[in-house]
C-alpha cells in the first residue's frame, strides 16, 4: 500500500509541474514532501504572487461549500464568510455554496468582485453524526448536478473556523487533503484511525491522520472522493456499524488507498488549543470556539 495507484501518479505529474517553484529545502524542521512525492505546504515554501498569477492564467474558479445546520448557522457562519472575504483565494472566482435548514437566516454577506453566494436548503437530521456524514452525499450531488459545469476546484469546510491568514492558490492541487493538528506529530500508533475491522474506514495504519474540517482538489476528485466515502458510509450503516470519527475515518481511508497529490500544513487549520508552536510560522485558519453541549442536538 505504500505505492500511490496508477491515477494519483498522473496527478501527482500534473500537480508537480505546477510546483516547480517550490523549495522543499526551505524548511528543515518539518516533513515537506511524502514518500510519494506529493508537496507538504508550509509558510516559506512558495512564493505567493507565483501561484496567484499561475491560477489566474489557468482560470482557475474555486466552490467553497460549507454546512450551517441547526444552531452552526447563528454561531459560526458570519464570522467563518465574512473572514473568508479577507482571506480566502483572494483574487480568484469564488463562489460560497451554504448547505442549511434554514436559508431565511443566512447572513447578508458583501462580497468582493467576481464572488458569489448561493444557499441550497437541505434536510436537518436529528444527529449531528448524520449531518456530518450526509454532507458527502449532498457534496457529490451538487458537483453532479451543478458545480461541474462552472468552476474548476472544489473546497469543502467545516463552518466552526475563521480564517486569520492568507488561504491562497498554493492550496490547491488535483487532490488535496490537511494534516489534522492534533496529530501531525503523532506517532502511527497514536492516531485515532478506525480500527474496527467491520467497518469500512478499518486501517490498521496509514501515512498520516488527516482531518476532515478542510479537503479540496478539482471537481473531479472532490466527486471521486465523497462518492467513495458515502458509498461505504452506507455500507456500514447496513451493518450496523458507524465509524469512530464518522466521515473523517472514511476520508482517511480514502487517502490511504488513494494518495494525495498535495498535503497541507496545520497552519491552514490550527487551534491555540494545542498552543505555540515553531513550527507553525504563520495562523491561515483557526478552529473557533466549539460549545458542542449547546450545538449539537445529540
Known amino acids: ?23 522543499l529545502q526551505s524548511r528543515h524542521d518539518v516533513q515537506t514532501c511524502t514518500s510519494w512525492r506529493a ?43 465574512m473572514s473568508s472575504e479577507h482571506y480566502f483565494m483572494l483574487g480568484l472566482p469564488v463562489s460560497y ?11 447578508n454577506i458583501e462580497l468582493g468582485p467576481r464572488r458569489l453566494l448561493k444557499v441550497i436548503e437541505v434536510e436537518k437530521y436529528s444527529r449531528w453524526q448524520d449531518i456530518s456524514m450526509m454532507r458527502m452525499k449532498i457534496i457529490s450531488d451538487t458537483i453532479e448536478s451543478d458545480i461541474r459545469h462552472h468552476y474548476t476546484h472544489v473546497f469543502c469546510f467545516d463552518v466552526d473556523q475563521v480564517f ?18 492534533g496529530y501531525y506529530r503523532s506517532p502511527k500508533e497514536l492516531r485515532t484511525y478506525d480500527r474496527n475491522p467491520k467497518s469500512k474506514a478499518y ?17 473531479e476528485n472532490v466527486k471521486s ?3 467513495s466515502c458515502y458509498k461505504d458510509i452506507m455500507e456500514d450503516k447496513l451493518n450496523n456499524v458507524e465509524a469512530l470519527w464518522h466521515d473523517e475515518s472514511h476520508l482517511n481511508k480514502y487517502f490511504w488507498l488513494h494518495k494525495p497529490s498535495r498535503i497541507l500544513s496545520p497552519e491552514y487549520c490550527w487551534t491555540t488549543n494545542l498552543g505555540y508552536r515553531r513550527d ?8 473557533a470556539s466549539k460549545y458542542y453541549d449547546t450545538l449539537r442536538t445529540s
Open 164 to 181: 486569520t491568514g492568507r488561504f491562497g492558490p498554493e492550496a490547491l492541487g488535483d487532490s488535496v487533503a490537511l494534516l489534522h493538528a
Open 39 to 81: 508537496p507538504i505546504i508550509w509558510e516559506g515554501m512558495f512564493n505567493p504572487h507565483h501561484y496567484d498569477q499561475m491560477h489566474k492564467m489557468k482560470g482557475s474558479s474555486v466552490v467553497l461549500t460549507v454546512f450551517a445546520v441547526g444552531r452552526y448557522l447563528e454561531a459560526y457562519l458570519e464570522a467563518f464568510l
Open 97 to 107: 455554496y451554504v448547505f442549511t435548514d434554514r436559508p431565511e437566516n443566512v447572513p
Open 1 to 23: 500500500m505504500d505505492k500511490c495507484p496508477l491515477e494519483s501518479a498522473k496527478m501527482l505529474i500534473l500537480d508537480n509541474l505546477a510546483d516547480v517553484t517550490l523549495d
Open 225 to 227: 472522493l465523497t462518492d
Open 203 to 219: 486501517m490498521e495504519t496509514g501515512d498520516f491522520y488527516y482531518h476532515a474540517a478542510v479537503f479540496g482538489g478539482t471537481w
Open 280 to 287: 507553525i510560522q504563520v495562523f491561515r485558519l483557526m478552529w
